[in-house]
């Protein structure tokens, strides 16, 4: 059962541009979503997170918006760059002593051309 | 680098062997983690130690098994290997029982 659905699958985003990554989840008892960003050949790495009781949180160009009501988490880059380029995924857990335990989305391939 | 040390890097062994991955947490880090990557199935959760002691338990079948030591490295142990256990195994530790996920650049894993 999958818990956490991301979407796009790939996206191609010029310089410049927002890219914006959706997910949904399904079990109200999740109260951690971190979103990880992985290069090819390496592993992935905490990017920015956010916990159900604020509703957006930002990180330089990386925003967090956060629907609580309609279950669904975003993740917004600005001025998105070539080096941005990577596969980005939303993820979930339940109890503050849980965080290690992600549930993890399917990923999305991010393009973004010079 | 996230100080995340695993070994191998690269693994090609036949279905019905054994294997063993190694992971190195950062320093000071009490907790490791384990994790499955692969093409059908994502990213999943398999098993979590947090200084010496089972802590949580996700997708991880029976004929897989981890334990971490006293010096806190961690050992994933891969049994009756399976085509399709083919797929990228990651480490990842943290400073205490919860918190940020450091994680490592993986075990790749080819059963033929």
């Known amino acids: 059962q999958q818990q956490v659905k991301q979407s796009p699958q790939s996206l191609i985003v010029q310089k410049g541009g927002i890219s914006i990554i959706n997910c949904a989840y399904e079990?109200?008892?999740?109260?951690?979503f971190p979103w990880y960003q992985q290069f090819p050949g390496k592993g992935p790495a905490l990017l920015i997170a956010?916990?159900?009781?604020?509703s957006e949180k930002k990180e330089g160009r990386f925003t967090i918006s956060f629907n609580k009501s309609a279950k669904q988490f975003s993740l917004h880059i600005m001025d998105s760059q070539p080096g941005d380029s990577a596969t980005y995924f939303c993820?979930?857990?339940?109890?503050?002593?849980?965080?290690?335990?992600?549930?993890f989305g399917q990923g999305t391939t991010l393009q973004v051309k010079p | 680098d996230s100080g995340v040390t695993q070994t191998p890097k690269h693994l090609i062994t036949a279905t019905g062997q054994r294997v063993t991955l190694r992971c190195s947490p950062r320093?000071?880090?009490?907790?490791v983690y384990w994790y499955q990557q692969s093409l059908d199935q994502g990213l999943q959760f398999l098993i979590q130690y947090y200084n010496g002691e089972e802590r949580a338990k996700g997708n991880i079948l029976e004929r897989f098994s981890a334990q971490q030591f006293p010096d806190l490295h961690s050992e994933l142990n891969l049994s009756s290997l399976e085509l399709g256990d083919s797929a990228l195994y990651f480490c990842?530790?943290?400073?205490?029982?919860?918190?940020?996920?450091?994680f490592g650049e993986g075990s790749r894993l080819t059963v033929l």
């Open positions: 956010i916990r159900p009781d604020v």
């Open positions: 079990n109200t008892a999740f109260d951690y």
């Open positions: 993820a979930a857990s339940k109890g503050s002593g849980n965080t290690g335990k992600l549930i």
């Open positions: 990842a530790s943290s400073p205490l029982a919860h918190g940020e996920l450091f």
């Open positions: 320093s000071g880090d009490l907790s």
